[in-house]
C-alpha cells in the first residue's frame, strides 16, 4: 500500500512546493510596467522627433491596464506626443527569425514615417540584422499610406528581414491612417 | 585518491577532463543555437550553471526521500522549478539577454548535461560533492560556450563583446556566425581539447566505449565473425 500512496504523493508534494516557490518568485521579479516607457523606448522618441513629452495610451481593461493595441497581434503600444501631434508604433514582426523586429515607428502629423529606432533584433547577424542600420532604414523616411513601400529594395542576403520590415512600416502607417482621431482624441 | 583531492577532482573535471560540451558532447542545440555572441554564451552558460548548481543541491538532499518509481519526473518538476525562475529573473532584470536567448533559456529543463548530472551523480552523492559537480560542470559549459562564441564574434562579426576588431570589422566572414560555422568551431574546439587531453581514438572499438553496448550484448561481434 506505502509503495503505491507514496510515489504520486511525493510527487504531487514537490510539485506544489516548487509551484509555490515559484509564485513568490515571479511577484518579487516581473513588475507591472504597463504604460512606462523604457530607457531604450525615450532613447528611440528622441532619436525620431527630438525632445517632447511622450506617453503611452494605455486603456483600462478587466485584466487592469493594457496598452491600446486597436486588436492587432503586432502592435504592441502607441506612444504619442499630443502636443506636437507626433506618433510612434512599437511593433513586433517576423523576419527570418519568429518576432525577429521589435522597432518604434515615427509617424508626423502628416502620416509620413519620420524615422525608426529598433528595441531589440532577432535577425542573424551580419546579414538580417543589417536591417536596422541607418543607411537602410532612411529609406522608408518619408513614406505614407499613399506611397507603394513594396518599391523599396530589399537588402541583399536579408531578405526576409527586408520583407518583414516592408510589412511592419505598413502596418504603422495603416494603423496610424485608420486610428488617427482616437489616437490624439 | 585523498578525500580533499577526490572533492576538487569533483569541481574540476568538468572543465576540461569530462567537459559537457566538448567531450560528452551533451547540450549540443544550445551550444550550437546562441554562440552567436560571446555574450550570449556566458549567459547561457551562467544561467546553466545557476540551474545544474541548485538542482543538483537539491536532488542530492531529497534523494532519499523520492520513491524511485518517479524520480524522474520529480528530477525534471525540480529542474525546470529553476529554469523557470532564472527566466523570471532574466526577464525583469535582463530583458535584452532574455530576449536574445530566447527560447533556449526554457529549453535549459531538458538539457541533457543537467538531467545526466541530477541522474548520475546527485542522486547517489552527498550535497557538497554534487554542488561541486554541478559548478565545476557549469563552468566547463559556460567556458565551452564562451570560446565558441568569442571565436565566431571574432571572425564572423569582426568584434568582441561588442568592441571592433580592427580590419576584420570590416571584412567579416559571415560563415561563422551561421549553422556551419558554428559547426566547423565545435569541430575545432573539440580537436584542441583532444589534442590537450592526449586523447587518441581506440585501435579497437570495444564493448566498453560503445553506446550501443546495453542493446547490442556483443551481437555484432559473433555477427562479425560469422
Redesign the interface.
Known sequence: MK?KV???L??TL??II?CG??VI??DA???DNTGVLTDEMKKGCTGIFGEGEYEMLTKKTDKGTEPVTFGDKHLNSVIVDKQNKNCLMEITCDGYAKDGL?LLIGIGDDGKIKGMHFL?I?E????GAKVAQKEYTDKYTGLSVEDDIENVDNLT?ATYSSKGLKKACEQAINLYTVHKGEIFG | MSEERKTLYELTKGIIKENPVLVTLLGMCPTLAVT??AENGIGMGLATTFVLVCSNAVISL?KN???K??RL??FI??I??FV??ID??M???LP?LH??L?VFLQLITVNCIILGRAEAFASRNNLVRSVLDGLGMGLGFTLALFAMGSLREIF??GSWLGMKIPWLCDH?M?IF??PAGGFFVLGCLIALVNKIAGRKPPKEISCEGCPNAAACKGQCKVEEGA
Do not use: D, N, R, Y
Open positions: 509503495s507514496m510515489p504520486p511525493v510527487l514537490i510539485c516548487v516557490l515559484l518568485a515571479h521579479a516581473i513588475k521589435h531589440s532577432g542573424t547577424p551580419g546579414l542576403a | 552567436v555572441l531529497l526521500v523520492i520513491p518509481a518517479v519526473p520529480c518538476v525540480i525546470a522549478g523557470t525562475f523570471f529573473i526577464q525583469g532584470f535584452e530576449s536574445a530566447g564572423g562579426l567579416p559571415t556566425v551561421m
